[in-house]
């Protein structure tokens, strides 16, 4: 069983419009929560973390975290067709490991 | 954010050989840094856990013997696949933690291995 799912995608969205990406995990006892982008033939850029419910705002930004739902969602606000990438959600499991669970990531395409 | 130096960007070599790929962090030391491999269109695979002074942690599956990480300070992680197949040929990818509490990773660019 996979401890961090995304939906692969393709996800389309019009350039200007909102994208919405999302991810779950298993591990209830999961601290950190990370999305990163992947643009093809390139390494992950980390563009958000998240540790406490709710939402928090970066620039076009959202990030949203829901532990009792074990949900981790991104949302891209304004979409350009350079957001369009792969993008990883990535887990810290249990707070102190120092390494990360990476989703398979979801395609995203933002059309002009 | 945190700099991460991997060189070199990309590698085409013969079967049989050996390549060596360095990380480096270059505004901050790294007592741990991560090797991960990415196959086209699949997410990255954890290959080992890179520890400042000590021996590599492997994840199950890892040829330790095939895939050999040296950690010789704070701020360079090398990572050598020896006798290089066509199988290996793929992306491969290092990435240290910056900070303390935070648990941010920063990737290097990435190395992409070609074996003939």
């Known amino acids: 069983q996979k401890e961090v799912e995304q939906n692969s995608g393709p996800l389309s969205v019009p350039e200007g419009a909102i994208a919405s990406l999302n991810c779950t995990y298993s591990d209830r006892g999961s601290q950190s929560f990370f999305w990163y982008r992947q643009y093809s033939g390139k390494s992950p850029e980390l563009i958000m973390f998240i540790y406490s419910n709710g939402d928090k705002e970066d620039g076009r930004f959202t990030a949203q975290l829901n532990k009792a739902s074990q949900y981790v969602s991104l949302l891209i606000r304004d979409s350009q067709p350079s957001d369009s990438a792969t993008y990883l959600c990535a887990v810290n499991p249990d707070g102190s490991a120092r390494q990360l669970t990476f989703g398979s990531g979801t395609q995203l395409t933002v059309l002009p | 954010g945190a700099v991460v130096s991997q060189h070199p960007s990309r590698v085409i070599c013969k079967s049989g050989t050996s390549v060596k790929i360095e990380c480096r962090s270059l505004?901050?030391?790294?007592?741990?840094m991560f090797w991960y491999r990415q196959f086209p269109k699949q997410s990255l695979m954890l290959m080992a856990t890179?520890?400042?002074?000590?021996?590599?942690?492997?994840e199950q599956g890892v040829e330790k013997d095939k895939f050999l990480i040296n950690h010789a300070s704070l701020t360079l992680s090398t990572l050598t696949v020896t006798s290089a197949h066509p199988e290996d040929s793929s992306f491969y990818i290092c990435s240290a933690r910056s900070g303390s509490w935070e648990e941010k990773l920063f990737f290097g660019s990435g190395t992409q291995l070609s074996v003939l």
């Open positions: 890179s520890n400042e002074g000590s021996k590599a942690t492997y």
């Open positions: 505004d901050f030391q790294a007592t741990t």
